[in-house]
């Protein structure tokens, strides 16, 4: 008898304080279909994703999380695609402010006639802020929760990134000739030193070093700029292989490809990450997958300014991690990796003449899990898993162009668009909410574009000095 | 001193009774960016259009409409783009209830694993009645005021179109082989006659008559079809030179390429749109020219199923007619002409390794005006021309993606997306304002086709009869 007592008043107790026994957590998104991107692939259809802090506590099956968390705060998603915030590899943010000033033109009367002068007479800190500003903006709209940025005065690239709590690696960009901010490569490197240390230990901002490219920096600037990476153990972004010259003038110069010159002078490692790899062959391949370099492929940029098709399935069956961007909006001319996904996807079967080519959940994973390999971030984020930054988006699944949904990753790549994007949380805290900003003031942020819009159109007017 | 007199009382008389001098309209669109697309590509920075019925009567600078007409109802454009509804020359749009069903498949597999076989087990009147009012409610959403279709019951298709208010160039399918609709081809032709007669004199709907292609129609069938379509002087729409195996049949049966045996058997004429052309040379595309064809280009179908790239810049520079289309959304995945101008101008650019190949504009005129002439439309749709149908759609440009604009064209093709259309005119009425659907129930349409989905998915599971 008084074992039953024991057992009906313990009953009492667990059915009466359940809340007791529940984990507290600050932020549950719950009733989507929660795409995890993990190892496995796992897909919850009423899935729930709980959040702490900046990480993620605990993803699961919607009861599962429900009976096990309370949260401050809980988003429904019901009818929506819950799923890794998706990851940028390459952008010039700040360039935004350059969207369609010179299209269909030949790349040099592009570089030369247009971007390299309109940079040269309008690119001031003010300038990379509020083009900053408008890039992550629209970034951020179209669910990215990450990007990898190469630009000039990556301080303000930064300050305008963690500002907007949007996570970036930014690297200031070094390069053989006098750049908007700094005159010399010793004045770049500097720069670049004090903007290292400055943001190093941030939890958005991965400060990080670009040299242009190895048409645009010595050998000497190359190994320099790796060096002052590998001292302060900052990641390393640069443009490889992207057209045709690049290679000839590699070959003529070096007698060795892109790569292999890069090989040659000590340059590749595990932090170093390639943007465009369009003109790579095997032995290319190889070199870069055992040094695990990352690489980034750009469909738009490469198509609109005919750099080529880089070969993407035989990167990714040599081994080699590869995540997907948008380059800068001076080529291509949005920041938009819904339509990168559906791109990335349709290239690879034109020009190997196979369907089959790149799959849609391949491409899933090259914008968000593939995408963090590529930028050495794999255990911080693109995927949904207990541990890991809480960069989450929700999407809309019931516009007309998406509906009916038979396969969630098809869905993704060829239906779904940047539009859809409903909810942005990047490291548990919400930037977006049923397509409200919270950080940015929208209508300031445009307003001033089309101010510098103007002045930039009224520079080129300009007669040279 | 009389002289003087009468004078100053003109003057009065025109300047108190101003309404009274003014022609009645029943719609005036005023004060955007009016890209008229017509022969000298005027573009007015603050025009206005005045429409009466379904006919556009005037277009020009917002004071000169304003001055001479009035009208019943004005929409203000401050800030958007005003342009001719866009044309999409090439559709399936009952299919978008298969969008996702089956991707990233070998073209067999496609076909007869899952496209094939679920047409067999569903595409029923009601189906087809769901299933183009889905696709139309897409296009619509999207700017699409005309599209070309190819479908079985087509008289259902006309119906759905008509009722939500769109313009159709609406083909019945020929085919060699038991379709959903007709078992033969009597049967097949004896539907499409009655099809034709009834719909013949509709202001929305050109019904046409649609041979399905030269590998599965006989050269007896597309006789017979073509002998129709002149009979009742209907368009005639055929899928030609799409993939390279066709060009290889056809060159092994008849010893000629595609265009040329359908020139050798009387086929082709200034009736007749081609959706394709991938895979034509120098003679096919001079062929093409001399006989009016019009082609239809659809880059992302063709990327999507690896079919190839048609040699756009080459057939427009023979002088053929090139449009625009979308395809079907199961092999697209979306009926969306934003990201086929973003596809085709991008595609050309890459295939020729030239940037300047496609410039925008000739890509919005691929959209709109040239698409009318690939449907042999050009006198009725195309262009804001007096004269000419009142089909304008408003298209927003405030959204971040789409910041700073430079240059209209640039805009249309690389950065505004379907999502950024905001109001939808087709014949002078008013479909979509402010991005509500006026003449469908989307709410409805969105429920059926996810009802249609469940149905789709386990007639594929269930075992052949």
Chains 1, 2 share one sequence.
């Not at 890794?84 to 299209?103: E, Q, T, V, W």
């Not at 951020?140 to 500002?163: H, N």
């Not at 949380?425 to 930037?431: D, L, P, R, S, T």
């Amino acid at each position: 008898m008084k074992k039953l007592v024991l057992v009906f008043l313990f009953l009492v107790a667990a059915t009466a304080l359940p809340a007791q026994s529940k984990t507290h957590v600050d932020l549950i998104v719950t009733g989507g279909t929660v795409v995890t991107m993990d190892a496995s692939r796992h897909i919850y259809d009423n899935g729930a994703v709980a959040m702490r802090g900046d990480t993620i506590v605990a993803v699961g099956a919607r009861e599962t999380i429900e009976s096990r968390y309370d949260a401050a705060r809980t988003i429904d998603a019901h009818g929506e695609i819950v799923m890794p915030g998706l990851i940028n590899g390459h952008a010039h943010a700040a360039m935004s402010l350059f969207r369609g000033l010179a299209d269909d033109l030949s790349l040099n009367d592009w570089l030369h006639k247009y971007i390299f002068l309109a940079e040269a007479r309008n690119v001031t800190p003010d300038f990379v802020k509020w083009g900053t500003r408008l890039g992550v903006l629209e970034m951020l709209r179209g669910g990215i929760t990450t990007y990898a940025d190469m630009y000039y005065f990556e301080d303000e690239v930064a300050r305008a990134t963690k500002a907007a709590g949007m996570r970036g690696v930014l690297g200031e960009t070094i390069i053989d000739f006098p750049a908007p901010d700094n005159k010399s490569v010793p004045q770049m490197l500097a720069y670049t030193a004090k903007y290292i240390q400055h943001w190093q230990r941030d939890p958005l901002i991965t400060p990080a070093i670009a040299p242009h490219s190895i048409y645009t920096c010595s050998t000497k600037t190359l190994q320099e700029t790796a060096a002052l990476a590998r001292k302060y153990h900052a990641p390393i972004l640069i443009h490889v292989a992207e057209a045709p010259f690049e290679g000839e003038q590699s070959r003529a110069k070096y007698g060795l490809s892109p790569v292999a010159y890069l090989e040659s002078i000590g340059f590749l490692g595990p932090d170093v990450t390639a943007a465009h790899c369009v003109w790579v062959d095997a032995g290319d391949m190889k070199l870069l997958a055992s040094r695990d370099v990352g690489c980034v492929h750009n469909p738009s940029s490469n198509m609109k300014l005919a750099s080529g098709a880089s070969p993407v399935v035989n990167l990714i069956a040599a081994g080699v991690p590869v995540g997907l961007g948008t380059d800068g909006a001076a080529s291509n001319n949005d920041l938009d990796m819904f339509e990168e996904m559906d791109l990335a996807a349709k290239l690879q079967k034109l020009v190997r003449m196979d369907p089959r080519a790149l799959p849609a959940e391949q491409v899933v994973a090259m914008a968000t899990i593939n995408g963090a390999r590529a930028l050495h971030m794999e255990k911080q984020i693109g995927s949904l898993e207990a541990g890991k930054k809480a960069d989450v988006i929700l999407i809309r699944t019931d516009a007309p162009h998406a509906t009916p949904m038979y396969n969630v990753y098809s869905q993704l790549v060829y239906a779904l668009q940047a539009s859809d994007v409903d909810t942005v949380i990047v490291g548990g805290k919400i930037v977006m909410q049923h397509r409200q900003m919270l950080t940015l003031d929208e209508p300031r942020i445009l307003a001033k574009a089309r101010d510098y819009a103007k002045k930039i159109q009224a520079s080129l007017a300009a007669p040279a000095k």
